[in-house]
């Protein structure tokens, strides 16, 4: 069930665990310099929650031993991903100071919710 290493359509090769494990790094990094207060706070918790979930839920589908399971944790994933894209656009509102910051890090977010969605509709093919 694994996805790692596959060759990507550019002929590349990556690592999707190592991938969203340094996209969680960069997030928790990305928070330690944030400054909070009263509305950056809940954010920036949400947001790492969210940012850290999309590649702990992918190392669980990675790990499935059925097709519905790895199917549904891919699927977990791609919301968590999305939803990671939604905290960082309300914080670069929040903290304008970051914005470029939380910018990068929503291009990555986006890339990982394009990825996880082209998984989760090729594991729906294979049923």
Do not use: C
């Amino acid at each position: 069930m694994t996805n790692d290493d596959r060759a990507n359509p550019g002929g590349a090769r990556f690592d999707l665990n190592e991938r969203t494990a340094v996209f969680g790094e960069r997030v928790i990094e990305f928070a330690r310099m944030m400054k909070t207060d009263v509305i950056t706070a809940p954010l920036v918790s949400q947001l790492i929650r969210a940012a850290t979930s999309v590649g702990a839920n992918y190392d669980e589908a990675d790990e499935a031993t059925t097709k519905k399971e790895f199917r549904y944790r891919i699927g977990v994933s791609k919301k968590q991903a999305r939803e990671t894209k939604r905290w960082l656009r309300m914080i670069a509102a929040a903290a304008p100071g970051h914005r470029d910051t939380a910018r990068d890090l929503w291009k990555e977010a986006n890339e990982l919710h394009l990825i996880f969605a082209t998984i989760y509709r090729n594991a729906a093919d294979t049923d």
